[in-house]
């Protein structure tokens, strides 16, 4: 008798599930595989191979230059480390707003190379056609609406988006529009606590939310910022449970002076 335990994935009906019972979803991005097998062990729900990698992991100003082969490694090692949580990889700029053919093969190798389980990508009306290829093709679509950091250069800044009111109005007829459409959930980034929660009371599908306020159906953080390895980027939605810059700098800085004062390595350290 095998007494290994095994263990239920999330899916995206499970996802559904959590929403019907008033369960809250967690998300976290990771973006290899050493951090998505301890995301995985604390048993987070999601687990978002987001396009934060260009700005976190590669270190440029903008989720722009990121490439599909760059979203794919990422990805594919991730994957490897997961066994539990439901892995969404995000379609990184320029792969599937040209059309929708080129929005489905985009997808098409997420799937084939990384085995994630759905892609997720920006924008409201504009990307429905994009979005209805890639569902004809069995692959679950996250949506995301509000501050969408793809479309920087329209806005030309990262403040809270849909305040006023036709702006509310456009983003909650998106909201519908992707739930219609077929998307199995929404992330809604950095817009008003009370619009979020307006949107999420009327969809079906779960509402993930970052700078959104408590009332959506889980929440979503960047890895680097929650666990404080990056320091620079600190916006009000933004909770940090470590200081870790700093943990890893004096773990550093101590591993420095061990070798420098040859107290590293010691006798029980060697050969
Ligand atoms: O790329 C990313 O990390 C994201 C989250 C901010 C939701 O899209």
Same mark, same amino acid.
């Given at each position: ?15 559904n599930?959590m929403?019907l019972r008033?369960e ?6 990771a ?5 998505a ?17 260009s700005?976190?992991m590669?270190g ?6 990121i ?7 990422h990805a594919a090692?991730v ?9 969404? $990889?995000? *379609?990184p700029? &320029?792969?599937?707003?040209?059309? %929708?053919? =080129?929005?489905l093969? !985009?997808?098409?190798r997420i ?6 389980s759905? $892609?997720? *990508?920006?924008? &409201?009306y504009?990307?429905?056609? %994009?979005i =209805?290829?890639?569902? !004809?093709?069995?692959?679950p ?6 501050l969408t950091p793809?479309?920087?250069h ?6 809270v ?19 219609k459409?077929?998307?199995?959930g ?5 817009i008003p606590a009370?619009l979020?929660?307006?949107?999420t ?8 939310g970052?700078?959104?306020g408590p009332?959506?159906?889980?929440q ?7 666990l404080?390895?990056?320091?620079e ?5 933004l909770r ?6 700093d943990e ?7 591993y420095i002076?061990?070798v420098?004062?040859?107290k ?8």
């Amino acid at each position: 008798m095998s007494t290994q335990k095994s263990v239920r994935k999330v899916t995206t009906h499970v996802l559904n599930e959590m929403k019907l019972r008033g369960e809250k979803i967690a998300m976290l991005t990771a973006y290899d595989f050493s951090i998505a097998r301890i995301l995985d062990e604390a048993e987070i729900d999601v687990i978002l191979v987001g396009d934060s990698a260009s700005n976190v992991m590669a270190g440029f100003d903008t989720t722009l230059p990121i490439t599909l082969d760059n979203m794919i490694y990422h990805a594919a090692s991730v994957v490897r480390g997961v066994k539990r949580a439901l892995v969404v $990889v995000d *379609l990184p700029f &320029g792969t599937y707003q040209g059309n %929708s053919k =080129e929005a489905l093969a !985009s997808s098409i190798r997420i799937m084939k190379e990384t085995g994630a389980s759905a $892609v997720k *990508l920006e924008g &409201g009306y504009q990307v429905v056609e %994009s979005i =209805e290829r890639i569902l !004809s093709a069995g692959i679950p679509v996250m949506g995301h609406l509000g501050l969408t950091p793809q479309a920087i250069h329209k806005f030309g800044t990262y403040v809270v988006r849909a305040q006023q009111e036709d702006e509310a109005r456009r983003l909650m007829e998106d909201a519908r529009l992707l739930e219609k459409t077929g998307c199995f959930g929404i992330v809604l980034e950095k817009i008003p606590a009370r619009l979020a929660e307006e949107v999420t009371s009327n969809l079906k599908i779960p509402v993930i939310g970052i700078g959104a306020g408590p009332k959506t159906d889980g929440q979503v953080l960047v890895l680097h910022d929650m666990l404080g390895i990056t320091t620079e980027f600190s916006p009000r939605f933004l909770r940090r449970y470590h200081n870790l810059h700093d943990e890893i700098k004096s773990a550093v800085q101590n591993y420095i002076k061990d070798v420098r004062t040859l107290k590293f390595p010691n006798e029980k350290e060697q050969y």
